[in-house]
C-alpha cells in the first residue's frame, strides 16, 4: 500500500501534461472531488489539484517537444544525480537532466529502455503528494511495457525494486515493492503487453490508479465530461472494482475501490 512516508524508490508525486490545462481543470474537478490552485506566474503554468486542502497531484502544459497529454509518475530519490547514472547505465534515456524546482525539490525525467516514461522526485521542502490511497488519491501505478523482462532489470537497476510474481486469473502479475519494504509497502505492478494491445497501437507507460468510493459512479461522471471508457467497470478477485478511462486529450489513467482491509 501506499503512504506518504515515502520511502526511496515509492511513487512520490504524479502530474498531468496538457495541450488545455483551463480544460484538464474542468474535467478532473468534475470528475473527482478536487480543487485546483495555480502554482503562480512564475511556475509557467504549473499548478495543483487538492482535496480538502491537501495536494493530490499536479497540472501543467508542455514544455517538450513532441509532448503528449500523459499522466507521468514521479519516484522518489535520494540524489537525482546519481539516478540519472544510474538510468544511462541502464540503459534509458534521459528526457531532461535533473534541475532544482524552486527551494521544493530536485526532478529530473527519463524513457525506460521499453518506451515508458516516468520521473524522480528529490524532496527539499515538498516531501510529496499530501496524501495517497484515499479516495480521490494515488494509491497504485502499472508500467505495461511491450518487454515487461526487459523494464524489470531496468527499473531493478534503477531503483533496486523487489519483485513478486502473483497469479491473477490465467497470468502472472509482477508486484513491486521498494527495497526494504515488505508486502505491505508495494506500490505498483509491471504487466506485459499482449500482442492484440500493441497491433492497436499501445505503447509502454505508466498507469496511475486513483482510489475512489464508487467506481461505477466516477466512470459515469467522467464520460458525460468526455472522457472514453476503455476498460468498464470489472470486478477483479482479491483487488478490487476499476475501471480504466482515456481523458477528453488522450491521458490515461484508472480507477479503483480497493478491498477492505483484511478481506
Not at 520511502?7 to 498531468?16: H, I, K, S, V
Not at 513491486?176 to 509497502?185: E, M
Request: with cysteine; net charge negative; hydrophobic share 40%.
Amino acid at each position: 500500500m501506499l503512504t506518504t512516508p515515502y520511502r526511496p524508490g515509492a511513487p512520490n508525486w504524479l502530474d498531468l501534461t496538457s495541450p488545455d490545462t483551463a480544460d484538464s481543470v474542468a474535467f478532473y474537478t468534475g470528475v473527482f472531488d478536487w480543487t485546483y490552485a495555480s502554482a503562480g506566474p512564475e511556475a509557467g503554468g504549473y499548478g495543483f489539484f487538492r482535496q480538502d486542502g491537501r495536494t493530490v497531484a499536479a497540472l501543467g502544459p508542455f514544455t517538450e517537444s513532441h509532448a503528449r497529454p500523459a499522466w507521468t509518475v514521479y519516484f522518489r530519490t535520494l540524489d537525482a544525480d546519481r539516478t540519472t547514472d544510474l538510468v544511462r547505465q541502464a540503459g534509458g534515456r534521459v528526457r531532461f537532466t535533473p534541475f532544482n524546482v524552486f527551494t521544493s525539490g530536485r526532478m529530473a525525467g527519463y524513457t525506460d529502455p521499453t518506451g515508458a516514461d516516468f520521473a524522480v522526485w528529490q524532496p527539499h521542502d515538498v516531501h510529496g503528494l499530501d496524501t495517497v490511497t484515499e479516495p480521490g488519491s494515488l494509491c497504485w501505478t502499472e508500467c505495461y511495457s511491450v518487454d515487461a523482462e526487459a523494464a524489470k532489470a531496468f527499473y531493478r537497476t534503477v531503483f533496486a525494486w523487489q519483485e513478486q510474481d502473483v497469479p491473477i486469473g490465467e497470468a502472472l502479475y509482477t508486484v513491486l515493492t521498494p527495497p526494504g519494504g515488505g508486502t505491505a509497502d508495494a506500490h505498483g505492478g509491471i504487466v506485459q503487453l499482449g500482442p492484440e494491445q500493441t497491433a492497436a497501437g499501445t505503447s509502454s507507460h505508466w498507469l496511475p490508479y486513483f482510489e475512489v468510493a464508487d467506481v461505477d459512479a466516477r466512470l459515469a461522471a467522467a464520460e458525460r465530461l468526455g472522457a472514453t471508457v476503455r476498460i468498464p467497470a470489472t470486478d477483479v478477485h482479491g483487488v478490487g472494482r476499476l475501471g480504466r478511462l482515456v481523458d477528453p486529450h488522450g491521458a490515461v489513467f484508472a480507477v479503483i475501490t480497493s478491498p477492505p482491509p483484511g478481506t
